[in-house]
């Protein structure tokens, strides 16, 4: 037990030795909140589960901070088909204790299946159209909304009340003893279910529970709502001595050992398998992935350098003109740059390159095989010839833009930047040229009628 102050491990005395609080009081209350947690524990091994929850309460009116007890309640409540309500009390425990907390666990395997917590969902929204039918007098259609509501949370307690209540209203007491029995065997020691069982067999005598009850006076559901279908009576009654307390705390632990054993370790061996074999399984994509990519890449290399070694053997052989022989120099610096994957300075020196005025066709056929490897070629252009525009360097813009419009004379944006750069460098000769294309061409863009009203405010 720890101090709620300054949460130092306590002795046996009255005061805490590091702070100096009294914890005379607080002693008695966690000792008697731990009471009640046996108690609930003892009556949940026995599924006498309206009574773990009574007693369970109990133990949280009295400590709030009791993580055992509240992870319990959530278990009897998740048991009863209540899944919101198990999850509240798992979500608050988790707010008090975040760390080696089994709140995390329980959560953790509801959330890992969404179409499961989605179905629950429905079930619990059916149960509240199927009791508002029922106040209203449409006993048949609730019977079949809460035939649904089971047969996807066949735990609901509050579900299996309701249509054991309204079968017996009906008279069909077959259908109705086969859900208290559902009931049951579920919480051994409902309070309405075992009423409701008794009213069959005739022991339900007492006019004041006639009275009470919907089922047995044959009267319309007129008070019929969720608390009133299974709020439990209080079957705690206080231990007997100070042994069996002694004997609750420490079966208690020998529970919670055993729940630490065969649950929560498993569930991590488990996750760590599985996060292993995931791992594993990424790796060995990522490794074919590679292998894939070096396979296509040398057998690339081995093409290029196939037809590299055809072009220098023509190089070597190559007599007469000078001009060819300047041809094939700037073809092999083209291919050497692609090969060092300088796919922007290969496309350069294509770009200079005329492939009409190549000698041979092994020739051309390198020129347009390099060429479709450098498809990046134009818009590398044009985007540095923009960028030379925007800082006035027209100079640089000119050569760039021209190279862009040499690989992809359809671009209607090189085209204005082309006819903006002459402009500024004054050459309007050369600026009507790339004029004349966008108004033949592209007249109804919007960078046409840009640059008319540059040109009708330039004069």
């Known amino acids: 037990m720890r101090c709620y102050k300054c949460n130092n491990v306590l002795t046996d005395n009255d005061y805490c030795l590091k702070c100096g609080a009294d914890v005379s009081v607080y002693k008695v209350v966690v000792k008697a909140s731990n009471t009640y ?10 599924r006498d589960l309206s009574g773990a929850i009574v007693a369970l309460k109990n133990s949280l009116d009295l400590n709030k ?19 919101a309500l198990a999850l509240s009390e798992w979500v608050i425990s988790l707010n008090f204790k975040k760390e080696k907390n089994v709140a995390e666990a329980y959560i953790r395997k509801i959330k890992s299946s ?21 106040k209203e007098g449409g006993e048949d259609v609730a019977i079949i909304q809460l035939k649904k509501v089971i047969s996807t949370n066949t735990k609901f307690v509050k579900a299996l009340l309701l249509l054991a209540l309204l079968y017996l209203k009906k008279g069909e007491t077959d259908r109705a003893a086969k859900m208290l029995n559902r009931v049951l065997k579920i919480d051994r020691n409902n309070t309405l279910a075992l009423r409701y069982r008794d009213a069959m067999t005739g022991n339900l005598i007492h006019q004041e529970d006639k009275d009470d009850d919907p089922a047995l006076n044959g009267k319309k559901l007129k008070s019929l709502s969720g608390n009133d279908i299974i709020v439990p009576r209080n079957s705690y009654k206080e231990p007997a001595s100070g042994v069996l307390t002694v004997i609750y705390i420490i079966l208690g632990i020998v529970i919670g050992i055993a729940i630490m054993w065969f649950l929560i370790l498993p569930s991590k061996l488990q996750k760590e398998q599985y996060e292993n074999s995931t791992t594993i399984k990424e790796y060995s994509e990522k490794i074919s992935s590679v292998s894939l990519e070096l396979t296509a890449k040398e057998s690339e290399i081995k093409e290029l350098k196939t037809k590299l070694d055809i072009a220098n053997k023509e190089l070597n052989g190559l007599k007469g003109d000078d001009s060819d022989a300047a041809l094939y120099t700037k073809l092999v610096n083209a291919i050497y740059a692609y090969e060092n994957n300088n796919l922007d300075e290969a496309a350069l020196i294509l770009a200079e390159l005329d492939v009409t005025q190549l000698p041979s066709e092994n020739a051309k056929s390198l020129f347009t095989f390099v060429s479709e490897k450098c498809q990046g070629g134009p818009k590398v252009f044009y985007t540095s010839g923009v960028e030379a525009f925007k800082q006035k360097n027209y100079v640089q813009a000119e050569i760039y833009l021209l190279r862009a419009y040499k690989l992809d004379s359809s671009n209607v944006e090189t ?18 040229q790339y004029i004349d294309i966008i108004h033949d061409k592209y007249s109804g863009t919007a960078l046409a009628q840009k640059l008319d009203e540059y040109l009708a405010g330039r004069t």
């Open 37 to 46: 947690y046996n108690a609930g524990l003892a009556k949940a091994q026995v």
């Open 65 to 83: 901070k009791n993580i055992k007890a509240r992870n319990l309640l959530g278990l009897v409540y998740y048991e009863m088909g209540e899944v």
């Open 114 to 134: 969404p179409n499961r917590l989605e179905d629950i969902n429905q079930s619990i929204k059916k149960y509240n159209i199927a009791l508002t039918t029922a």
């Open 415 to 432: 085209l204005y930047y082309l006819a903006m750069t002459y402009l500024n460098l004054s050459e309007d000769e050369k600026a009507q």
